[in-house]
């Protein structure tokens, strides 16, 4: 594979497929699949490479360096996106190189890197490498250990990495306001040297929640706690890509939060293992059997499995983060007889439906038929379909794929599992009062 082509892709800002492993000047990597070879000078100046031991991260990409002399040089640009959260609601938002989040920076440990950071904002800003060990000045807080990088300036960053593990990279100058657009990304270091129990698909997924006012097209930097979309890597459920992976892979997904809330994330199918964080891969005696990990606001983890084959759910556990924008002061009268509500409310908020009389499931039925049209650049609170009819699921949501028979670096969805005969749950009675359930404990 030519490397220049990645160059050439990562120009114009589009998503360089890397997972299959391109030929990266990283050398002194131990796991190269292709053949190492050094790049000549006048090589690396048209040259630009992906760490070959890469993460997939979920609909983003991972940024090329060029190597000189040496060191690892990477060129974040602060710029306003334009950002789809699902197909349906765009919005303007900040990020780094066409996108939030910011493209995944990869390295090893014991690298050399230069971070080149331009600002094309319309104000100053900077970028704090969160959680990595380097000097005082390279810590990318503005005020405290450098100037803020005013608009159409470019610093640089320089430091060697001294650890391996899941970290991230955001503004650390008008913090709230840059965090809350959008300005972050993932910078993934892998160990110097195999990893024992090596990992076959790596996964790397931003938390972060959003106030984008139905009808507005902006992000809000105010709100502290309403939030209208909680997403994985700035998506929202049903445009959140599947996790692929064959059956008996040992898969790792990173997970980070600069999202203002903690999340519980919950994998079904399997007990995972929490095998890691900020601190690096812990040393095994340390890792923990769960099926649900909290990531706190600021904390990474990161997780690991032997994929079982089907389709399973991985999502928050929050529920109200499985949902798209919602009415938050408005009640959801559970049990109480809507009719006549809609017509004398409508007078006074037109297109208003009293809804949740008998739970929300009928939703995403209303949207889907039409009938219930939302305000201009919001989403409808749940969506997506599966083979057995609607999901009603929206933000923190998506599936992970398992199937016997992928190609390793096959990340394509596969569509839905079929499950083998017997094995799914089924209809044996339309009578309400089928049976004899018992009521009451016995005694
Ligand atoms: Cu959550």
Request: with cysteine; net charge negative; glycine share 12%.
């Amino acid at each position: 594979m030519a490397a220049s082509g990645a160059l050439g892709m990562a120009a114009v800002g589009t998503q360089v497929a890397n997972a299959s492993g391109s030929v990266g000047a990283d050398s002194a990597s131990p796991l190269h699949h292709t053949k190492p070879h050094r790049d000549s000078p006048t090589h690396q100046a048209a040259n630009a490479s992906v760490n070959p031991r890469s993460v997939r991260t979920l609909n983003g990409w991972t940024l090329p360096y060029r190597m000189d002399q040496g060191v690892k040089e990477f060129h974040l640009v602060a710029e306003e996106v334009d950002h789809e959260f699902a197909p349906g609601m765009t919005a303007k938002c900040w990020g780094y190189n066409g996108s939030t989040p910011g493209p995944t920076l990869e390295a090893v440990e014991g690298d050399r890197v230069r971070l080149l950071v331009t600002n094309r904002l319309p104000e100053h800003t900077s970028i704090h490498w969160h959680g990595l060990i380097l000097p005082s000045g390279m810590d990318g807080v503005a005020g405290l250990s450098q100037p803020p990088i005013q608009p159409g300036e470019t610093f640089v960053y320089e430091f060697t990495l001294r650890q391996h593990g899941t970290y991230m990279y955001h503004p650390h100058a008008d913090e709230m306001t840059q965090l809350a657009v959008g300005m972050m990304g993932m910078f993934i270091i892998h160990p110097r040297g195999q990893e024992a129990l090596p990992v076959q698909r790596d996964y790397c997924i931003l938390l972060h929640n959003w106030a984008v006012h139905p009808g507005t097209y902006r992000p809000d930097p105010g709100v502290l706690q309403d939030f209208t979309m909680w997403t994985f890597n700035s998506k929202v459920f049903p445009a959140i890509d599947p996790l692929v992976a064959r059956t008996g892979d040992r898969v790792r997904i990173r997970i980070g939060n600069l999202s203002m809330w903690n999340h519980p994330l919950h994998l079904h199918g399997v007990q995972f293992d929490v095998t890691g964080s900020e601190g690096g891969r812990w040393p095994q005696p340390r890792w923990r059997s769960e099926v649900t990990e909290l990531v706190g606001v600021g904390q990474t983890r990161d997780i690991e499995f032997i994929a079982v084959p089907g389709d399973w759910a991985f999502h928050c556990h929050m529920s109200h983060h499985t949902m798209n924008a919602m009415a938050h002061d408005l009640p959801i009268p559970m049990g109480v007889n809507l009719n006549g509500l809609d017509r004398e409310l409508q007078a006074m908020l037109p297109g208003f439906m009293a809804m949740g009389e008998h739970g929300m499931g009928a939703h995403q039925d209303h949207v889907e038929s039409g009938h219930l049209q939302g305000p201009a650049n919001t989403l409808p609170m749940m969506g997506g379909q599966g083979p057995y009819g609607n999901l009603e699921m929206g933000g923190m949501f998506t599936t992970v794929k398992v199937r016997d028979d992928l190609a390793p670096d096959d990340f394509a969805d596969p569509g839905w599992y079929s499950a083998p005969a017997g094995t799914v749950a089924k209809r044996i009675s339309h009578d309400p009062n089928f049976g004899r359930p018992i009521r009451a404990p016995l005694g």
